[in-house]
């Protein structure tokens, strides 16, 4: 199971301080009942590209004694299963979609003015499609924005709540992934039952 790492500084700050198994060990085990803390179990490593960062990032793991199930603290700035960092990605997607940009100034809005068409295609075609899950789930934070359409009101919602926090809010609370989960990775929780409700979303 992935947490979130309450954890909000640089790309580099973070790898300072993930050498230190006893900052942010969590209290309880989220899966079970266990009430005892968790055991330090290495990290597992993967990619982020970021706009000064393109490289290898390792994530914290947990083991818990209770449930023998492991536990790993995802840093905040990064979304499971995907490369880019929420910064990369949200710069990106606001330039393309709230502003009007074509793929290739959208990319360079993001600092990332080499990148493929194909993947900024993606992001969008992943965020049209959970734009209206978004809208929703995000009242919590901020009122409904006044917009023509999900994706419009979406972005708005992003912009005014911050999409790290909104981000926070969304995985810890919801089990809710800012560019929906793919298949195979939906995570059993809220987020199917909200998903459901949605028909067409
Ligand atoms: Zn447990």
């Known amino acids: 199971m ?10 580099q700050q973070y790898a300072e301080q993930t050498i230190d198994p006893d900052l942010y060990r969590p209290d309880h085990c989220p899966q079970c009942e266990a009430r005892q803390p968790l055991r330090g179990h290495g990290f597992y490593r993967r990619t982020l590209v970021d706009a000064a960062f393109d490289g290898v990032i390792r994530v ?3 083991l818990c004694g209770g449930c023998k199930r492991t536990v790993s603290l995802l840093p905040e700035f990064a979304l499971p299963w995907l490369r880019f960092s929420i910064a990369v990605i949200s710069l990106f997607l606001v330039a393309r979609l709230l502003k009007g940009l074509t793929l290739a100034a959208a990319a ?8 493929p068409y194909q993947r900024g295609q993606f992001w969008i075609r992943r965020f049209n499609k959970q734009a209206p899950a978004l809208s ?14 999900f994706v419009s009101r979406a972005l708005a919602m992003l912009e005014a709540i911050g999409w790290i926090t909104a981000h926070r809010f969304l995985f810890s609370q919801l089990r809710t992934h800012l560019l929906g989960w793919p298949h195979s990775l939906v995570p059993p929780g809220r987020c ?3 998903t459901s409700a949605l028909p067409g979303s």
């Open 2 to 11: 992935q947490i979130l790492h309450p954890f909000s500084g640089s790309i």
């Open 60 to 62: 914290r793991r947990y």
């Open 108 to 115: 360079l809005a993001a600092g990332q003015a080499a990148m």
């Open 136 to 149: 929703v789930s995000l009242v919590p934070l901020a009122a409904p924005a006044a917009a023509a359409d």
């Open 192 to 194: 199917t039952t909200l």
